[in-house]
């Protein structure tokens, strides 16, 4: 259940409360894959990843369901980190919770790909593709 609430927080858009003067200043920063968490080696260089039910049996080269989580080498590595793909300041009436701090800022950030197809997801332009498939938009970001 903990690794599901990591990779759904990680998946998924964060957010938190926003202050636009302690927010650094945004820059494209260019960071290789980093290695994952959550999986263990299989013969043959394969991985089997374990961050979420799926639990994706992974060949070299390849790519879980998510398309996230790729095996380079033997081992599973995290496309998506520190590789955003909609960073945004909305206003916190936006959010699920908009009643806990009436007029304030929230930040959201998210990385691309998901593990589930639901038939009504709002986000499908970000959660069907994978992270090296996704633009960064950025908007309200000093
Ligand atoms: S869908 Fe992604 S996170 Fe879930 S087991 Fe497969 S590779 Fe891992």
Redesign the pocket.
């Known amino acids: 259940m903990k690794k599901i609430k990591l990779?759904l927080l990680l998946v998924f858009s964060s957010t938190w409360l926003f202050s636009q003067e302690k927010f650094p200043k945004y820059s494209d920063v260019q960071v290789p894959p980093k290695e994952a968490q959550f999986w263990e080696k299989l013969p043959n260089s394969f991985v089997k990843?374990e961050?979420?039910p799926?639990?994706?049996t992974?060949a070299p080269k390849q790519r879980?369901?998510?398309r996230?989580?790729e095996n380079i080498n033997g081992k599973l590595y995290a496309l998506t980190y520190a590789r955003p793909c909609t960073i945004n300041v909305d206003p916190i009436e936006k959010k699920p919770f908009f009643h806990v701090l009436p007029g304030k800022n929230a930040f959201s950030i998210a990385v691309a790909g998901c593990?589930v197809g639901c038939k009504f997801c709002q986000n499908w332009q970000i959660s069907k593709i994978a992270p090296d498939e996704s633009i960064i938009n950025k908007q309200n970001i000093p």
Do not use: K, Y
Request: net charge positive.
């Open positions: 990779f990843c961050l979420c799926w639990r994706c992974i879980g369901l998510c996230t989580r593990n």
